[in-house]
């Protein structure tokens, strides 16, 4: 079974402070597909990246980078420098494609809150 | 832009009384997904179709139903609507099931009364 994990349910910080989301997953498969997505007021859900297992490059996209660690199963998604427009509700997803399955497993999300 | 399109964004309807909620896309994936969010819970997968395949969540009610008449677009039928299924509903698409990014729509609110 798969089941991703992001404890914090609602994080505050005040602007252009740094804030990391953490996100732990569950999976017995070798090869899965982890992801990231931002759900603004709005209600879109928008698509920010995706990780394969095979893959344990951390990566950096002006102020995201994320850091993926197959050893603890976590893939942490840090902001520098946070501004009032990153304020969404992130959702950390998962998918094991092994079994047929092609559902993005969701953790809970974690509500952000950046405060100008 | 290519974009998932859905309408409305937002509907009302009364208990009971069926309702179609629909979804478009410019990006000619070949796959689309229909997600449930209630409030303040993660996204959960309806069903979904690879083309033409019809793809349903072991867990999905028999009270909703999808249709999918060409790539670009897929409806979701809701046959009874109960006040449970008051949600956003998301329509998502990929480009194949190889391919795993799934890029959503802005979603329909759907309220029940």
């Known amino acids: 079974a798969q089941k991703v994990t992001q404890a914090q349910t609602e994080i505050s910080v005040v602007e252009k402070e740094d804030v990391t989301l953490d996100c732990v997953y569950e999976?017995?498969?070798?090869?899965?597909?982890l992801f990231w997505y931002k759900q603004p007021p709005s209600g879109e859900l928008v698509f920010l990246i995706r990780?394969?297992?095979?893959?344990?490059q951390n990566e950096i996209s002006g102020r995201y980078s994320w850091n993926f660690q197959k050893s603890t199963s976590s893939f942490n998604f840090t902001i520098t420098a946070s501004q009032v427009v990153d304020s969404a509700v992130y959702f950390c997803?998962?998918?094991?494609?092994?079994?047929?399955?092609?559902?993005?497993?969701f953790g809970k999300g974690t509500k952000l809150s950046v405060i100008p | 832009d290519a974009m998932v399109i859905q309408n409305p964004r937002y509907q009302v309807t009364q208990f009971g009384k069926p309702v179609t909620l629909s979804c478009s896309q410019t990006?000619?994936?070949?796959?689309m997904y229909w997600y449930q969010q209630k409030s303040s819970q993660a996204p959960k997968l309806l069903f979904h179709?690879?083309?033409?395949?019809?793809?349903n969540e072991a867990d999905t009610p028999d009270n909703f139903q999808s249709r999918r008449p060409n790539t670009s677009f897929c409806f979701l039928d809701i046959r009874s609507p109960g006040l449970g299924d008051a949600a956003m509903y998301l329509c998502?698409?990929?480009?194949?099931?190889?391919?795993?990014?799934?890029?959503f729509g802005p979603g329909t609110r759907l309220t029940v009364t």
């Open positions: 998502a698409t990929s480009r194949s099931q190889s391919s795993y990014e799934q890029y």
């Open positions: 999976t017995r498969d070798t090869t899965y597909y």
């Open positions: 990780r394969n297992s095979f893959d344990e």
């Open positions: 997803a998962l998918l094991s494609p092994g079994a047929g399955s092609y559902q993005l497993t």
């Open positions: 990006l000619n994936h070949n796959v």
């Open positions: 179709y690879y083309d033409k395949d019809f793809n």
